[in-house]
C-alpha cells in the first residue's frame, strides 16, 4: 500500500511487538500447524501458540508500564459469551447416558479457551499495539501480502488438481474454510483499493479478486463475495458504480458458467440438494432409505437436528464443544435420514453456538457482529483522510461478508479467528481516532468563540 501525505510517511519504523503481530496476521491466514488423528485431532495451530505466547508477554509488558486501566476490553458481549460458555461446560461433561465425559470436557476447555484466546486476548492485543490509523494501515499491507500467497497458493491448486475441487483449500484444512477467509478479507481490501492512488497498486486488488474469484470451488462463498463486492463499488459510486459493479458480476457469472470446475461445484453442486455418490451407512435408529431413493444433504438436514439440540437445553446448550459430539445421535433425527459422514465445515455457524452453549450465548454472537457492523457504518460516515475512507469502504464490506460467509461455514476455527479478531480490533481504532479528532477539534471551536 502506498503511503500518503501525513500518514504513513511520518510514521517510524515498526518495534518488535509491531513486527510480532504483524508475523501473527501473516500465520493467521492459514491453518498451518500441528494435526494428530484427522478427526480426533489434537489440532494445533502455529498462530495459535503465537497468539498465547505473544499475550504471555503482552500481559507482562502492560503490568510493568502500570496500563491495566487505560485498556480498551472486549465489549460486554464477549464477557458475556465466555461466561455462557463456562457455564455451558457443565452439559459437557457428562455424556447422553449421564456418564462423565473425559472428552466432553477437553472439548468445552479447547471451545472456551479458543473464544478466550480469539476475541479477548487477540482482539486486546491489535487495538493495544495497532493503536493508530496509520498502523492499521501498515497492517492492512501486510495483510494484502498474506492473502496474496494464500491466493496464489490457491491457484496452484486449482491448476494442478483439475478433477478434485475438495483439494482446493490453499493454505487451510479445507475448500470452505478457504473460501470463507476470502470473503472475509478481500472487501477489506478491495475498499481500500478503490481509494489508492497508487495505479499499480490499485490494478493488484483487482487482479488478486479476478484470480480468488477463480479459485474458490466451496460453494455458495464466491456468490457472496460477489454481492458484497459489487455492494462496496456501488456505494463507491462515479465510475466504480457505472463499469466496475456491473463487471464484477458479469466476469463471476462468466467464470461460474464457463470453467468446468467452478460450474460443478458453484452451480451444480450448490443448487443440487441431494446427496450424490456413494452414501455413507446411516446412522443406528434412522429410518433407512429405500433403494435408489434420493436423501437431502447432511449439511442442510443438519439445520434440523441442531434446532432440535437448541430445545434440549435451551438456556445453555448441549455444552461447549459438545456439537461434533453429538449431532450424529438418532434422537435429534428422528424420522429424518442421517449419514455418518459430511464434507468438513459445512455447519452453520450460528447453529452450532446455539446448539452447544444456548440462545444467550446465540444472542451474544449477533450482538458481536451487529456491533462492529454498526461502527463500521459509523466509521465510513466520518472518516476524513483517504486512508481512513479507503479502510472504512472495505471494513462494512468485510463485516458482512463473514456474517454471510458463517450460515455456510463456521470461521470460528483455529487459527483464521485471529484475523476476524483483527478487523474488530481495526473498527475499534479507526473510529476512536476518527472521534478523538473531533472532539479536538469541537474544543479548538469553542475556546476560538
Not at 495505479?199 to 464466491?222: E, N, S
Not at 449431532?327 to 455457524?349: C, R
Request: charged fraction near 15%; glycine fraction near 8%; proline fraction near 5%.
Amino acid at each position: 500500500m502506498s503511503q500518503q501525505p501525513g500518514n504513513q510517511s511520518e510514521l517510524p519504523p515498526p518495534r518488535r511487538f509491531e513486527v510480532a503481530l504483524f508475523a501473527l496476521l501473516v500465520l493467521s491466514c492459514s491453518q498451518l500447524g500441528y494435526v494428530g488423528h484427522p478427526r480426533y485431532g489434537p489440532f494445533i495451530a502455529a498462530a495459535d501458540v503465537l497468539c498465547a505466547l505473544l499475550t504471555v508477554a503482552w500481559v507482562w509488558k502492560v503490568t510493568r508500564e502500570g496500563r491495566w486501566r487505560s485498556l480498551t476490553w472486549p465489549p460486554f458481549v464477549v464477557w458475556a459469551w465466555l461466561v455462557l460458555g463456562l457455564l455451558s461446560m457443565s452439559k459437557s461433561m457428562v455424556d447422553a447416558d449421564g456418564n462423565l465425559s473425559l472428552g466432553g470436557i477437553k472439548a468445552g476447555v479447547v471451545e472456551v479457551a479458543q473464544l478466550g484466546l480469539y476475541f479477548f486476548a487477540g482482539y486486546m492485543l491489535f487495538v493495544d499495539v495497532l493503536n493508530s490509523t496509520a498502523k492499521m494501515r501498515r497492517a492492512a499491507a501486510v495483510l494484502l501480502g498474506a492473502v496474496t500467497v494464500v491466493v496464489l497458493w490457491g491457484l496452484a491448486d486449482y491448476a494442478l488438481l483439475a478433477e478434485k475441487p475438495f483439494d482446493v483449500k490453499s493454505s487451510f484444512g479445507n475448500r470452505n474454510v478457504y473460501s470463507a477467509f476470502l470473503v472475509m478479507t478481500l472487501p477489506l481490501l478491495f475498499g481500500v483499493a478503490l481509494h489508492e492512488r497508487n495505479k499499480v497498486q490499485r490494478w493488484w486488488v483487482l487482479g488478486l479478486v479476478a484470480v480468488a474469484l477463480v479459485t474458490m470451488v466451496g460453494p455458495p462463498q464466491v456468490w457472496i463475495l460477489t454481492a458484497v463486492l459489487a455492494w462496496i463499488a456501488y456505494v463507491r459510486g462515479g465510475r466504480v458504480r457505472t463499469y466496475l459493479a456491473p463487471a464484477l458480476v458479469v466476469f463471476a457469472v462468466a467464470v461460474n458458467l464457463g470453467l468446468p470446475m467452478n460450474r460443478a461445484t458453484n452451480v451444480a453442486e450448490f443448487l443440487d440438494p441431494f446427496e450424490r455418490g456413494e452414501l455413507y451407512k446411516l446412522e443406528a435408529g434412522a429410518q433407512a432409505p429405500v433403494q435408489d431413493s434420493l436423501i437431502v444433504k447432511k449439511r442442510w438436514l443438519e439445520w434440523q437436528p441442531a434446532l432440535q439440540m437448541l430445545t434440549e437445553n435451551f438456556p445453555l446448550g448441549v455444552g461447549a464443544g459438545s456439537y461434533q459430539r453429538r449431532i450424529g445421535e438418532a434422537q435429534y433425527y428422528g424420522p429424518l435420514p442421517n449419514v455418518k459422514k459430511s464434507e468438513p465445515d459445512t455447519n452453520n455457524l450460528y447453529l452450532v453456538v446455539g446448539a452447544s452453549t444456548g440462545f444467550a450465548a446465540l444472542i451474544c454472537l449477533v450482538g458481536f457482529l451487529t456491533r462492529f457492523w454498526r461502527q463500521s457504518r459509523v466509521l465510513w460516515l466520518k472518516a476524513g483522510s483517504t486512508v481512513e475512507r479507503g479502510l472504512a469502504a472495505g471494513l462494512p464490506g468485510a463485516v458482512l461478508g463473514l456474517t454471510l460467509a458463517n450460515l455456510f461455514t463456521s470461521l470460528l476455527v483455529r487459527g483464521v479467528s485471529l484475523v476476524w479478531a483483527f478487523l474488530f480490533a481495526m473498527v475499534t481504532v479507526l473510529l476512536r481516532e476518527r472521534l478523538s479528532v473531533e472532539r479536538r477539534r469541537g474544543t479548538a471551536s469553542d475556546s476560538s468563540a
